[in-house]
């Protein structure tokens, strides 16, 4: 199992510095939470940040756009440096060209569910993702407890596209953890579990370790 820190979660007096503190301690990606204030009820950063964090990190930075309009800013994340833009299928961008928005600038595309949309909602585009994000929190929020009741839906996508990477997002922690890789997850985006543990890189390996079957 992979580990993307959510930067949502960092003390943000400081964020180049704890960009670096979990680069060190054996993060495999970068999650970046990028929020609108109109697609879900909070308002987090944008581009400039992450261009910023960009210099701080060869990590892959995994943006995950909670807007509702994600076509429109699709170049300005690829610029920012953005690997791997995820949006939510529930956004107001059509599907197709929005994947195709992000390839063209050169980054990695993935499709996110929100914790009521059926995975069924993006079987037709599984042959033009490189990553499905399954939601197990209601987005906006960090903190909150993990939905156990989304693990049919990661299954259901293996099942549909082996091939595919699918990431967990929301309420990830040592117990959590073990159901989304029972479940076949292959990255999880863990905040507060990590960036609030005393020891980040300990907690890291705690979670891998908690996630081997
Ligand atoms: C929620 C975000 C998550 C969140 C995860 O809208 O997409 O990435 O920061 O935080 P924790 O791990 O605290 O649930
Ligand atoms: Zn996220």
């Known amino acids: 199992m992979k580990i993307a820190p959510s930067m949502l979660a960092c003390d943000f007096t400081r964020m180049g510095e704890e960009v670096r503190r979990i680069t060190r301690a054996g993060a495999d990606w970068v ?13 987090s950063f944008g581009p400039a940040v992450i261009a910023a964090l960009r210099k701080e990190t060869d990590l892959p930075f995994d943006v995950h756009l909670m807007i509702q309009q994600p076509l429109f ?15 939510h299928v529930e956004s107001e961008s059509p599907v197709r060209e929005t ?3 992000i390839h063209k600038a050169g980054c990695r595309a993935g499709l996110v569910l929100k914790p009521g949309t059926p995975a069924q909602a993006v079987k037709e585009y599984l042959p033009d993702c490189d990553l499905v994000l399954i939601m197990t929190v209601e987005p906006g929020f960090g903190g909150q407890a993990f939905m156990a009741d989304m693990m049919p839906k990661v299954r259901a996508i293996k099942s549909w596209a082996p091939q595919m990477t699918v990431e967990v997002d929301g309420g990830i922690n040592k117990e959590t953890i073990r159901l989304c890789a029972e479940s076949g997850a292959d990255v999880a985006v863990a905040g507060t579990s990590v960036f609030r543990a005393p020891d980040a890189g300990k907690m890291m390996e705690e979670l891998k370790a908690a996630a081997q079957l």
């Open 31 to 43: 999650h970046l939470d990028v929020m609108d204030g109109g697609f879900v009820p909070n308002i």
């Open 73 to 87: 800013y699709i170049p300005h994340f690829a610029k920012a440096g953005a690997d791997l833009i995820t949006f």
């Open 99 to 101: 994947l195709q928005a």
